[in-house]
């Protein structure tokens, strides 16, 4: 039965199944209270009422649960679920040591002697602390993506002061990875442990397991009284003292093996030492049997240098093996050098010569982008800054997506905390340049400004009345601030907009009508508000408008009303009226916001002169933020009483040169024509009407 998507214990939520073994299933879970993934281990339901069972997944709990170290995996939390033993682990993000062997073995010596010396570790640990594994073996090892060990799975382990057999006769362990003691049901001690990693080090370094059989009973009795093969026989590339330390740890009796892991560890590492400072290899030597052979021969083994040989192999044909093999060794030398000359102008090319572009990470995790970048061979400096972004998403990278740069460079990378916070400054009663100046320095965007006229008895023509949100507000980045500015007193024609936000639309629709207004609605979908009801309003409550003049209103609605098709082009409305552009979004189903902002051109007066979006399609409900000019006068240099003048312009009292008038451009048209200025015959009457307009339009 799948158990994805359950919640065990009302804490663990089921996300995929791990794996299956005999005694229980592993699942990736999240951890509800504590908010982290973990590897949860539950007991199959059928074995739930077998006692012993129950006991030995108990145990196996209770044991791992003692072990702090950072290679074993640690156990959080246990308990049960419905009568079933379960418990919380470490979840390791990676694959288990027989996937490494499986897949890559034989394996390289210095790799092999760096990875079991962390498993060795492990075993030191426990076995300081009165405990033995019993089932070490490459399927209770795991391998992180960043290469680290851990050990699993303490299902059958033991303390060292009991580990008499509980019953006559019973193999405890895995056949292939057992130790003679175990196979033969003789007491176990520290040293099982220490064998069955020399079998997993026998199977790194050839691929292949020492003993092999088609019964489990047949593989132990192999353990008990036959010899290992030699391990360069299977791999000649291993080497001698390599092969030594090996055939150490797998003698038949417990005494002849190391002492403890932390010996078995220096062995290891002398000989790591001695592969990476170039020493020489030392001629391979003669290790003594444990026991009898399976033919009853023992003692030394003069086959292969001294090493037992496997099943069929003559000795004739084991030294002529062993010649073979020394002679591979030698063409295995030059080529070795050979390959590591190429291999140092390669890696001198992919260090100082090798170019790679930079990726996109913008918009992904900090821990996606750092890895993306590292896999493409880049170093990652972070900077962590506020932005518009989520909290822990990528705004910015340095250098750009594309750009070509030398392998190994550094790519800086901004990693957004979430929105900035900004202070709203008080602005009542100052102008309204100097509020937008005011609001502009605290760090609102002049685009999110947006301005409102409200008639004042009180407060003078032109000065704010009032800021939304009040002063004082903390707002995010790209948060809306309104002002109402004072437009003077209210004219005795004019009424007082009804603030309708927040009622219904059948309510708000009587008040604005019982008011003498117009009302036009717009309605938008809506999950956060009753539907109906009025969202938004355009004057805004307060205002004084022209009696009959149009309230715009937005009204919410269930989502599910919302057309088949929620995709809407946005028209261009640029050159138009502010209201006819808010009335062309409008009938498209978007939300038009408009901004103030001042134009010298007495022709974009009241004109929309920029959109964004301006185009494209987009979701119904969209807000379309539309920028209307107000005129301003120019404060640019006037022509002066007295300046000169001249058939191509005019000069001021300064010589400044100004572009010639338009009545000079018509009286030159009609000098062209033949025509004469000031003569009704010669279209006089045209210069005087152009002349008149031009004072017109100058504000004269």
């Not at 065990?8 to 089921?14: F, L, S």
């Not at 791992?64 to 418990?87: C, S």
């Not at 292949?208 to 059989?213: A, E, Q, Y």
């Not at 003669?286 to 037992?308: C, E, K, N, R, V």
């Amino acid at each position: 039965m799948s158990r994805v998507g359950q919640t065990i214990d009302a804490r663990y939520r089921v996300e995929r199944r791990l794996g299956t073994g005999g005694m229980a299933d592993v699942f990736a879970c999240e951890d509800l209270q504590l908010g982290r993934h973990v590897a949860l281990k539950v007991l199959h339901a059928q074995l739930a009422e077998d006692p012993q069972v129950v006991a030995r997944f108990r145990r196996e709990s209770q044991s791992a649960a003692g072990l702090q170290h950072p290679h074993i995996v640690q156990v959080f939390d246990r308990g049960d679920w419905d009568g079933i033993p379960y418990m919380a682990m470490e979840l390791v993000d990676g694959v288990t040591l027989k996937d490494v062997i499986r897949d890559q073995a034989p394996l390289d010596p210095i790799k092999t002697i760096d990875q079991i010396s962390q498993v060795l570790d492990a075993l030191r640990y426990a076995h300081r602390r009165g405990l033995v594994h019993r089932d070490i073996k490459p399927q209770n090892i795991l391998v992180s993506p960043d290469g680290e060990l851990k050990v699993t799975d303490f299902g059958i382990a033991r303390a060292v002061d009991d580990l008499q057999m509980t019953q006559t006769g019973m193999i405890v362990g895995t056949a292939h990875y057992l130790s003679p003691e175990q196979a033969s049901g003789q007491t176990i001690t520290p040293a099982a442990d220490l064998y069955a990693v020399g079998v997993v080090l026998f199977e790194m370094l050839t691929g292949r397991l020492p003993f092999d059989g088609e019964q489990p009973v047949a593989i132990a009795l192999k353990h008990v009284n036959e010899d290992p093969p030699a391990l360069s026989i299977v791999n000649p590339m291993v080497p001698a003292d390599l092969e030594a330390v090996v055939m150490r740890a797998l003698a038949k009796a417990p005494e002849d093996r190391f002492a403890d892991a932390e010996e078995f560890v220096a062995a290891l590492q002398g000989v790591r030492h001695r592969i990476l400072s170039g020493a020489p290899e030392p001629e391979r030597g003669t290790y003594p049997t444990a026991g009898p052979s399976a033919d009853g021969a023992g003692g030394w083994l003069a086959p292969a240098a001294g090493m037992a040989v496997p099943a069929g192999v003559a000795p004739e044909e084991a030294r002529e093996a062993d010649e073979a093999r020394r002679r591979r060794r030698r063409a295995w030398t030059i080529t070795g050098a050979l390959v590591a000359i190429a291999a140092i102008v390669l890696i001198g090319y992919l260090i100082f010569g090798r170019m790679e572009t930079v990726p996109r990470v913008i918009s992904l995790t900090q821990a996606q982008a750092t890895q993306k970048l590292e896999e493409r061979g880049f170093r990652v400096e972070v900077e962590r800054r506020a932005s518009a972004e989520p909290d822990g998403r990528v705004f910015s990278q340095r250098p750009r997506r594309g750009a070509r740069v030398r392998h190994g460079s550094k790519v800086l990378i901004s990693v957004s905390t979430g929105p900035a916070k900004i202070t709203i400054p008080e602005v009542t009663g100052q102008t309204r340049e100097a509020a937008h100046r005011t609001l502009v320095d605290a760090g609102i965007d002049e685009e999110d400004i947006t301005d409102r006229e409200q008639a004042s008895d009180t407060v003078k023509a032109g000065l704010v009345i009032s800021v939304s949100p009040a002063a004082t507000t903390q707002v995010e980045s790209g948060a809306t601030v309104t002002l109402t500015v004072s437009s003077g007193p209210p004219r005795s024609d004019q009424v007082e907009v009804p603030d309708v936000v927040g009622r219904s639309r059948a309510d708000a629709e009587k008040a604005l009508t019982d008011a003498g207004l117009a009302v036009d609605v717009t309605e938008v979908d809506s999950s956060d508000v009753e539907p109906g009801t009025v969202t938004e309003q355009d004057p805004a409550g307060g205002a004084s408008v022209d009696e009959g003049a149009t309230v715009r209103l937005t009204v919410s609605r269930k989502p599910d009303e919302e057309p088949a098709d929620s995709q809407v082009a946005v028209p261009n409305t640029e050159g138009q009226t502010q209201a006819r552009a808010e009335n062309a979004l409008r009938d498209k189903g978007l939300v038009p916001r408009v901004t103030r902002v001042d134009v010298t051109d007495r022709a974009q007066d009241g004109v929309v002169v920029r959109q964004e979006p301006n185009g494209g399609n987009v979701e119904r409900g969209t807000r379309v933020t539309i920028q209307v000019g107000r005129y301003r006068e120019p404060t640019g240099t006037t022509t002066t009483e007295g300046a000169a003048s001249d058939a191509d312009g005019t000069a001021d009292a300064g010589g400044t040169r100004t572009a010639p008038t338009a009545s000079v451009a018509v009286r030159r048209s009609l000098a062209r024509t033949g025509g004469r200025a000031g003569s009704p015959a010669g279209s006089g009457w045209l210069v005087v009407l152009v002349e008149r307009l031009a004072v017109r339009g100058s504000g004269a």
